[in-house]
């Protein structure tokens, strides 16, 4: 049996990983979950807390879903279910996942599991650092995985590995939060981006995510949310992967953007605050 600080529980590696009823390590942290977010429906629809654990802060393969719109978040499923949100990345198989699922799920489970996530308030998950060598990892189901004490360069990308790997990638922790490097002057080079549009490049996200990243209306909240998933939803916007509706409001936003910028804009956006400090933090981060 496994155990993880702070939890009572005790569970198999088999039950952790069940896809029709993952263990829930911290049943007070959450309100109580619909039977789809739970179990989800065999044999075609996976428990959504098993890969988005179940207070909705997911991984860096996947997305941060608790706090999304309730609308947006229905949205999405349908997009994804009538086939205009795909990957750019053919080996990226857990969006084919979903593709399947929403196809699968009935629309009381769709609106049942956006209004529990949407009920979740985002809080902080995710530490941006800044670094020229990072620590050396291997890639394990589409997450960065640390393996010992050696390090590389970081070149230029986003290294978003979990604090704690056997927490995170055998126990499935869902308390247990994420690292995510950036190459040097990421954070100064999204900034101008994000905030002033970089000179014409592109446009302020504050415009539809509003004055404090944290969302507006049926806009999504990019503060604090994975970089890599950021990145992920730029760069198929601007390829034309994704195609829903909203992402022709985003076509002039990614049309100019190098992957650098992508990559500046992300690192940004994950390391600004939610919750009530986020307004003091923009102020404050623009000095």
């Not at 719109?69 to 499923?77: A, R």
């Not at 996530?117 to 960065?144: C, D, H, L």
């Not at 954070?187 to 905030?195: C, D, I, N």
Request: hydrophobic share 35%; glycine share 10%; proline share 7%.
């Amino acid at each position: 049996m496994k155990h993880l600080p702070g939890s009572s529980l005790a569970f198999t590696l088999t039950q952790i990983r069940d896809a029709f009823g993952p263990a829930d390590w911290y049943p007070g942290d959450h309100p109580q979950m619909p039977d789809v977010v739970a179990h989800g429906r065999r044999p075609d629809v996976r428990a959504c807390s098993l890969c988005h654990y179940p207070n909705g802060k997911g991984r860096p393969e996947n997305a941060g879903v608790s706090g999304l719109p309730v609308s947006y978040f229905i949205q999405t499923m349908a997009d994804f279910k009538n086939g205009v949100r795909k990957s750019s990345d053919a080996r990226k198989a857990n969006t084919n996942l979903m593709i399947a699922f929403a196809k699968a799920m009935t629309d009381d489970e769709v609106k049942a599991a956006a209004q529990y996530f949407g009920a979740i308030k985002w809080t902080p998950w995710i530490k941006v650092v800044e670094a020229k060598t990072v620590p050396k990892t291997r890639i394990a189901g589409g997450m960065f995985l640390v393996e010992g004490e050696e390090k590389e360069p970081i070149g230029q990308r986003i290294i978003e590995t979990p604090e704690n790997t056997e927490a995170t990638e055998m126990l499935r922790d869902a308390r247990s939060g994420f690292i995510a490097y950036v190459p040097v002057g990421s954070l100064k080079k999204g900034e101008a981006l994000v905030t002033s549009g970089g000179g014409g490049k592109t446009t302020q996200c504050a415009v539809c995510h509003g004055a404090d990243l944290q969302g507006l209306g049926p806009v999504p909240g990019i503060a604090g949310r994975s970089p890599s998933y950021v990145v992920r939803q730029l760069y198929d916007m601007q390829q034309g992967s994704r195609t829903g509706t909203w992402t022709d409001l985003m076509k002039p936003v990614v049309a100019k953007l190098s992957a650098d910028d992508m990559l500046a804009i992300a690192a940004y956006t994950a390391a600004r605050p939610v919750g009530a400090t986020a307004n003091r933090g923009l102020t404050s981060a623009g000095r």
